[in-house]
């Protein structure tokens, strides 16, 4: 049976691509079963679902896999890149404002992203802003991942919001709040910038070897 792990920091669209993929009828993808981040527990978790011929794969889109998953044996694994900034948007829009809290664990988990890309050539990179708005390179997205779906299938709405945004863009933060967040972001935006729509794609882009499985 086929598997994968897609990962990255919380509020880059796991559950969308986790709703999206799971659509495959021959697929069972979860978003984030549980939030036990245990190795074994969830290596545990993956053996278990893996022995089922109900489906011909199993994948999960989880956010709390960020410090595992390169540890779970699997066959592909991803991670999700959204700019820090619009990271920090979406939390405030679901009720958590940014805090020192928030900066530590933003600034830990980019740098894990960072490590987990530039250690491994076989982890791929997602852009959310492409995957959340282009159908074509979901699909690409998806296929790399060995999931078959039909452009029929794909919908764009809105799904882990809490309705009308409090805060917009970065620049309705206050001055505090933006320096707390960019300093620990700055450089990987300035790293990854072509990510998410501030320079060219470059030769992470998943679509470089995203043929059939």
């Not at 509020?11 to 799971?22: C, I, N, P, Q, V």
């Not at 969830?42 to 011909?56: A, N, T, Y």
């Not at 600034?107 to 492409?130: P, V, Y």
């Not at 282009?134 to 779906?149: E, F, Q, S």
């Amino acid at each position: 049976m086929k598997s994968f792990i897609v990962t990255g920091h919380g509020r880059s669209g796991t559950r969308f691509l986790a709703k999206t993929l799971d659509r495959a009828k021959d697929w069972n993808v979860a978003h984030e079963p549980n939030q036990d981040m245990h190795l074994e527990s969830v290596s545990g978790r993956f053996e278990e679902r893996l022995r089922s011929d109900q489906w011909e794969g199993y994948g999960e889109c989880n956010s709390f896999l960020l410090y595992t998953f390169r540890h779970i044996a699997v066959d592909r694994r991803a991670i999700i890149v959204r700019d820090p900034h619009e990271i920090a948007v979406s939390m405030a829009n679901v009720g958590h404002a940014p805090n020192a809290v928030f900066a530590d664990h933003l600034a830990s988990s980019l740098a894990i992203i960072d490590d987990a890309l530039e250690a491994d050539s076989s982890t791929k990179l997602i852009r959310f802003d492409q995957m959340t708005c282009h159908g074509d390179y979901l699909l690409t997205v998806a296929k790399w991942l060995g999931v078959r779906l039909d452009a029929a299938e794909l919908c764009f709405n809105k799904d882990n919001s809490a309705g009308r945004d409090r805060v917009v863009s970065f620049g309705d933060f206050d001055t505090y709040t933006r320096d707390l967040i960019e300093r620990p972001c700055r450089w990987f935006r300035q790293k990854y910038g072509w990510a998410f729509g501030h320079r060219p794609f470059n030769d992470r882009e998943l679509e470089k070897d995203a043929g059939a499985r």
